[in-house]
């Protein structure tokens, strides 16, 4: 398969500057937008929601936003950048409301607003900025795009609450974690991809495409977040060993490591991720047996599949810098591993 | 003022009998659609969702976005029924993160879903329901009801981050408060109301003359809580003498009575209201300040006037049942004081 064998070769040289470049003028129009909505004459709504704005992160999905309405040929008017700036208000928001249901104290190596303006707060500035990303949408004015977005709005918080009740669990299957990952992380990025057609006024087959790649790429990027927690070495700053473990998060290579495990394995990962024993002394089995049983690779091996899947859903675009850049993405995820 | 007298004179016989007979049929596909799309294959939320669903409210609401809609003279389609449930589920959420951000334990005399599920499921559960309700009106397909309700939204949680950030200050004065009630309280009344005229194809005027009516409705009702609170006589269950004291919850016949009030008075309404010296000593000094500056019938006063609008913004319809249903709401809400 060209496709994956080229996502395997160009890991050296895998960068996100093309999509960068290519966004750069849009994305500057993107963060005014972002920071002009998320004003108020509530004084901590811009507090919190800055805090989270200007807290380092790649700003990935509205990129793809933009490189998407870019790809199909999107060029007059402004649709592309509130869209963009939509969905980063509904990556924000989700965010907010995560570290509220997660207890999480850190986010990107800051304090997160709940530890900083409390869980009320939390909750309360992502219910605003969630409506401020409605309100983005109303105002581009396709309601096919609505259709979208609102759909993954409803898709996420599922997927949240499906991870909710069935958090903590060791009888977590591959399907069920990668049904949750679906939801809470792909529903998203498949999204932000699938409304650059749509804007451009082009037909279903190109709006499914950009949907398989955006949801793909969202998949892959997961799994080289997963593997990244336990060890892998991060091209990108912002993750530490051991996060999900001490969170009791039950990533694809904890689920592998547990099906081919024995008994005795078995039993500690219920302990370390069912009743929390999970001290410095377990990360460092728990990285053994993950080693042992070879699942960080497996779990890798799964991210290029799906990275080869998105690579190809952008193959299929007409030669431009745009589907470069799309195609770079998906090389830059999958190559954050080394 | 003619309009004032009748909400006056008319109070003894106020009922919501002639909207919930008006909007039965109606309200009965927007009950089916609640609940078909409150669910869900994560057993938690339907759970959850109809808990809130079957909790005994009124749904006044969806009832008005129902009668409004008949009124301006909407007949064929679903439109009104889904904008209706999508009003409903916007409240719903909206319950669900107020009673996480108010730590409540009982809302209608049941329990909370927080208390029985945790704040974490009633906070996604609550982003699920408002994905849904956004779903339900990109269904409908009107892009300027979109707008309101998405307005709607963004106002809402705007006015509980202000309430959060403002809460429990003595200093909120009369029109801090009134601002306050105007977002979280009155925006989704005018939203549900204003979608009527919108999907029935009216003009400006039309909806304009709706929005004045919900919000002044929405205000009105609330006032009346207020007065309820304190031991006004509720002519309808669920709210218990006090409640709003013990959480700390600064209404107006507080607001106006520490304003009133003497350097003592002030200092014992900060004690109680700041600092949460709230036991039943100090509830029974709170009604009798309350009594003595007459603070109640002072708030009856307002939210008699406010009902006086919605009155009259409603009587500018062309009679038919659902106006008659849309002003004896007005008089039924100002009547359950007495």
């Known amino acids: 398969m060209v496709a994956a064998n080229r996502v395997e070769q160009t890991q050296a040289r895998a960068t996100i500057d093309t999509i960068v470049t290519l966004t750069q003028r849009d994305m500057g129009r993107v ?75 850190l986010r990107r190596g800051r304090r997160t607003a709940r530890t900083i303006w409390g869980n009320q707060a939390s909750v309360l500035v992502g219910d605003y900025l969630l409506g401020q990303a409605f309100k983005m ?39 069920d974690y990668l049904s949750v990952v679906d939801a809470k992380t792909a529903a998203l990025f498949a999204a932000a991809a699938e409304v650059g057609p749509v804007i451009a006024g082009k037909s ?46 039950i990533t694809l290579p904890v689920i592998l490591a547990y099906e081919a495990g024995s008994d005795e394995e078995k039993a500690f990962w219920r302990s370390a991720m069912e009743e929390g024993r999970n001290d410095d002394l377990a990360l460092a089995k728990a990285v053994d047996l993950i080693d042992r049983h070879g699942t960080l690779k497996a779990t890798i091996d799964r991210a290029r599949a799906y990275g080869a899947e998105a ?17 770079d993405v998906v090389e830059f995820c999958v190559a954050r591993i080394r």
């Open 204 to 249: 279903m087959r190109e709006r499914e495409a950009m949907r398989r790649y955006g949801r793909s790429l969202g998949i892959s990027f997961q799994l080289i977040d997963d593997v990244l927690d336990y060890g892998g070495v991060a091209t990108d700053l912002g993750k530490n060993t051991g996060d999900d473990f001490r969170e009791g998060k």
């Open 31 to 105: 963060n005014d937008l972002i920071l002009s909505m998320a004003g108020s004459r509530v004084e901590l709504i811009p507090e919190i929601a800055n805090h989270l704005i200007s807290s380092g992160g790649k700003r990935l999905r509205p990129m793809l936003t933009i490189a998407s309405a870019l790809a199909h040929g999107y060029e007059e008017g402004d649709a592309h950048v509130k869209l963009a700036a939509s969905v980063e208000f509904m990556h924000t928001a989700t965010l907010l409301h995560d570290d509220v249901v997660d207890e999480s104290d």
């Open 311 to 327: 690579y190809e859903a952008a193959a299929s675009l007409p030669p431009s810098l745009a589907r470069e850049a799309l195609l």
């Open 137 to 175: 949408m109303v105002d581009v004015g396709s309601m096919a795009a609505l259709a979208i977005l609102s759909d993954a709005s409803a898709v996420i918080a599922e997927g949240e609450v499906w991870q909710l009740a069935a958090a903590k669990r060791m009888t977590t299957s591959e399907a």
